[in-house]
């Protein structure tokens, strides 16, 4: 079962897809989104502030790193 789920990390909404027991593969992603320019960082990166959160997107989580994907909320 597919998930998606929103938390508010410091005022922006991050939003993220998540698989069966939180799990997505890397193959299921780069098929759908893998040609598409998208990049993959650790989470932290958007929880720290590292990296800005693209509030109009969902991201795959997949094993503590997060991949973008076009799919527009």
Do not use: Q
């Not at 508010?8 to 593969?25: F, M, N, P, W």
């Not at 990166?45 to 693209?54: S, V």
Request: net charge negative.
């Amino acid at each position: 079962m597919i998930m998606e789920k929103t938390i508010l990390v410091d005022g922006k909404s991050l939003h993220l897809i998540l698989g069966a027991a939180g799990r997505k593969t890397y193959v299921e992603w780069y098929n759908l989104y893998g040609d598409d320019g998208c990049w993959d960082f650790p989470l932290e990166e958007l929880l720290d502030g590292t990296l800005e959160i693209n509030e109009s997107i969902w991201y795959y989580y997949i094993n503590g790193r997060c991949y973008e994907t076009n799919k527009e909320v």
